[in-house]
């Protein structure tokens, strides 16, 4: 139990712990079964952009099974509310509140609901925020965490831990991280914090040091913290790729080291902990039809996958899912050269070109020179060794080097892709430990078994953390306005007798009579409304 839980939290947590309960001693041989899928601690992790292809190049590639391999226990159907192919943000949000949502939108309810299966019901309530397993791991008293190679306050890792009608929000999605008092934050995303880049000018790296963070920046001081409160920012954006980062980026930790120093961290806590890990990048990649970056960081993400897996055998007392969330690229192993020949061609035919590249895409494009007088290293470095002659007038002529390069590549390895965008595939899904989901489910049921196996119920927990807040003061009678004053801040305000109390927006905060009391979940505001728990309407009922 986390020494300093706060009154708010232990009257939510109770409520939400009697809300579960429905069992008569005539139940308890179900009773005991149900405990049996209880779980201490949750690790979700989730590769972005990963398709199917992606996954057995990679296998191919490394020359041996993927961690992933031992755990594969079902599938994922991925889309959204509105589309058979999803964006990351409703992706996230599916997974991490077990809600269905929009293009864009981050942790709140969808305006449109379109796609067979999907509950018409959901769009009745649009940019809704709804509680997430994260908050109610924290609110259960679970340590809590999120890892990302992308910035922080990418699209999935704020479905995670915040709530916003469009994943660009990121000045709104770092002020809630912040605020959400999270043990571990671990990824990129340090110009977010940094007051000369947000609108509301607000300094979140000194709110982080004064809530007792250790603030980490390199790999070193990851490794050498002996904090039980870790914030790592290692990148004022996104981190490397793990094929790049040993020679552009040496200071950085890799997926693997971060996974492993937040299960170290975490696992302090008696109550257990929840843990949310995303390899952010093989999307990135993908969306350039870089397929080097897209194996660098799906093997990067398998060796996370094996530092939880590993934790967990030992732990016995942890689930573990691993998803991607979207398919990406259109990729395949065989294209038009294959049409005629695919049935005698040989797994070499298509790895040994990728494994000519020594860079990934992205990392050979930094070692271009302004005047692109190294072209033909840099394509080298890409693997396009020895080029052809037809392949050096590509490369010299190209007005779109990195367009070219991995088109070329990709016909050395006989790899096709699609698109440049998303798809819409059916997934693999890795599960293990007591209550992990099996077979081919929705990816909100990723949410629904994460939160029942640590006790409680999103629905249930979604009532008690964001309620209307005007609607609800009313019925107490108390008076309520908006203080837009600072329109990067603005402020809830609620009078009801002598009590006046404020609500500043993405904050855990509530200063009643000039008094600061920290609650257990942040303040929303969405499509203009703001949103609150119930025990934070019942402290101003009371009026202390």
Partial sequence: MKLNKKVVGITL??????????????????????????????IVLVMDGVSSS?????????????????????????????????????????????????????????????????????????????????EGAKISGKATGIISTSEIQHATPAAFSSHAAHRSDYDSIAEQQVYQDMDVVLGGGKNSLLDENRKDGENLVEVIDNKGYDLVETRDELLNSKSSKLWGSFAPSALAYDMDREQTNPDEPTLAEMTKKAISTLSKDK???????????????????????????????????????????????????????????????????????????????????????????????????????????????????????EETKAINQS???????????????????????????????????????????????????????M??????????????????????????????????NPVLVVTKGKTNAQFPVNKNVLIMNGKEIDLETVTVQSNGEFYISKEAIQLVKKGK
Wanted: glycine fraction near 8%.
């Fill in 455 to 488: 006790g409680f119920d999103l629905k249930k927990l979604d009532n008690q953390v964001f309620v209307n807040a005007e609607a609800e003061f009313k019925k107490i009678g108390a008076k309520v306005k908006v203080d837009s004053a600072d329109a990067n």
């Fill in 54 to 134: 992606t996954t057995t190049l990679a296998r191919w590639y490394k020359g041996q099974p993927l961690a992933m391999d031992e755990i594969l226990t079902g599938g994922v159907r991925t889309y959204s509310a509105e589309s058979a192919i999803t964006d990351s943000a409703p992706a996230g949000t599916a997974m991490a509140t077990g809600n269905k949502s929009n293009d864009k939108f981050v942790g709140v309810l969808p305006e449109k609901v379109a796609n067979p299966g999907v509950d018409a019901d959901l769009a009745d309530n649009p940019y809704k925020p709804v509680a997430n397993v994260l």
């Fill in 399 to 453: 007005k779109d080097l990195g367009k070219t390069l991995v088109q070329l590549l990709a016909n050395r390895a006989n790899i096709g892709f699609t698109t440049g965008g998303h798809t819409g595939e059916d997934l693999f899904l890795y599960s293990y430990g007591p209550g992990s989901p099996t077979g081919l489910v929705e990816n909100t049921e990723i949410a629904h078994s994460a939160a029942k196996a």
């Fill in 271 to 389: 109550d257990g902990f929840f843990l949310f890990v995303e390899g952010s990048k093989p999307d990135w990649a993908a969306h350039a039809n870089d397929p080097i970056g897209m194996i660098s960081d799906t093997l990067s993400f398998d060796a996370a996958v094996k530092e939880a897996l590993d934790f967990a055998k030992k732990n016995k007392n942890t689930m573990i899912v691993a998803v991607s969330d979207h398919g990406n690229s259109g990729i395949s192993i065989g294209n038009q050269n294959t049409s005629g020949s695919y049935s005698s061609i040989p797994v070499s035919t298509y790895i040994d070109p990728l494994k000519e590249a020594e860079m990934t895409l992205e990392g050979a494009l930094k070692q271009l020179k302004s005047d692109k007088s190294n072209v033909l290293e840099v394509a080298a470095l890409y693997g396009i060794d020895n080029p052809t002659q």
């Fill in 13 to 42: 947590a109770s409520t939400l712990a009697l809300g579960s309960l429905g069992f008569s001693s005539a139940n308890e041989k179900v009773e005991a079964k149900k405990d049996s899928q209880k779980a201490k601690n949750v």
